[in-house]
């Protein structure tokens, strides 16, 4: 199975702030790398898709890049909605795991 | 608008069975892939299973290790409804059970949209 782990696993920022969050793959994955934010007692929200594609009405402050193994999600300017769980999920082959998730909270 | 929803979730004894079903609204729910993802209480997300649209290869389903030969995923499209039957359920099954939908007839991708969940307690 395709391990994924993600970095930070809890991170203090402030409103205004740009966020950089990693996430790597134990093997190669080429570009099927997704994002999603969860609020508590909510459903994940799909973010970011294929490493780097944004997902419609998700907004611009968003962004993901990379390939391969190493993947980063970068919100450019935190907005108080933000503050949520982030993570990230191949979707290579199954099973399709996700990284442990990282919490973003207002410092 | 898409809008999926899950029942079926509740109370059930250790080595019991439930069946979970999640109803499609606003997509021609036979054109994709389906998945059954959990979270339990406190803890991450977990891809549960998965079953492929229908069209030329017919269905495909695939299962995470942990619940492989107790889980079975299923799919009526003529009811635009996806079901997870669960048997010989353990503690560490309990978890709320998302419903997601996968862009794509195959079963690869990302979930572009997901149920509200129902949540599922295994104990004593």
């Known amino acids: 199975d395709i391990q994924m782990t993600q970095s930070p696993s809890s991170l203090s920022a402030s409103v205004g702030d740009r966020v950089t969050i990693t996430c790597r793959a134990s093997q190669s994955i080429g570009r099927h790398l997704n994002w999603y934010q969860q609020k508590p007692g909510k459903a994940p929200k799909l973010l970011i898709y294929?490493?780097?594609s944004l997902q419609s009405g998700v907004p611009s402050r968003f962004s993901g890049s990379g390939s391969g193994t190493d993947f980063t999600l970068i919100i450019s300017f935190l907005q108080a909605e933000d503050f949520a769980t982030y993570y990230c999920q191949q979707g290579s082959s199954a099973p399709y795991t996700f990284g442990q998730g990282t919490k973003l909270e207002i410092k | 608008e898409v809008q999926l929803l899950e029942s079926g979730g509740g109370l059930v004894r250790p080595g019991g069975s439930r069946r979970l079903s999640c109803v499609a609204s606003g997509i021609t729910f036979s054109s994709y892939a389906m998945s059954w993802v959990r979270q339990a209480p406190g803890k991450g997300l977990e891809w549960v299973s998965g079953i492929s649209g229908s069209g030329g290869t017919g269905d495909n389903t695939d299962y995470a290790d942990s619940v492989r030969g107790r889980f079975t995923i299923s799919r009526d499209n003529s009811r635009n409804t996806l079901f997870l039957q669960m048997n010989s359920l353990r503690a560490e099954d309990t978890a709320v059970y998302y419903c997601?939908?996968?862009?794509?007839?195959?079963?690869?991708?990302?979930?572009?949209?997901w149920g509200q969940g129902t949540l599922v307690i295994v104990s004593s």
């Open positions: 997601a939908r996968i862009p794509s007839v195959y079963l690869v991708g990302e979930f572009d949209y």
């Open positions: 294929g490493a780097g």
